[in-house]
Nanobody, 121 residues
Framework: HVQLVESGGGSVQAGGSLRLSCEPS????????KGWFRQVLGKGREFVAA???????SYGDSVQGRFIISKDNVKNVLYLQMNRLKPEDTAMYYC????????????????WGHGTQVTVL
């Protein structure tokens, strides 16, 4: 079945930057809204950022002004540029996609990836 594949995670010093990428494994329908979530082991999933079909974006309060979500419609790749990283940004980061932006932001997305670990030292 179609799934999302994240890449770009790793370890970085506080204050540094990382860029995450997300691509579908195959053609994905009804997935115009795309976003990122993160989760720390033992805690709930947290909304990070989302982008709709027109390019409008939304960010979680904890990352506003530091993270930038973008997409390449030609390559069908979703990105998350993470700047001025803090230790509290350490988490597993998940890519998600859905037709409805509101559902996506709420965490009720149709498609999910398996995650990529980000560790800020």
């Amino acid at each position: 079945h179609v799934q999302l594949v994240e890449s770009g995670g790793g370890s970085v010093q506080a204050g540094g930057s990382l860029r995450l990428s997300c691509e579908p494994s195959d053609v994905m329908y009804n997935s115009e809204s795309k976003g990122w979530f993160r989760q720390v082991l033992g805690k709930g999933r947290e909304f990070v950022a989302a982008i709709d079909y027109s390019g409008s974006t939304s960010y979680g309060d904890s990352v506003q002004g530091r993270f930038i979500i973008s997409k390449d419609n030609v390559k069908n790749v979703l990105y998350l540029q993470m700047n001025r990283l803090k230790p509290e940004d350490t988490a597993m980061y998940y890519c998600a996609a859905d037709h409805w932006f509101a559902d996506l932001v709420r965490g009720d997305a149709k498609y999910w990836g398996h995650g990529t670990q980000v560790t800020v030292l």
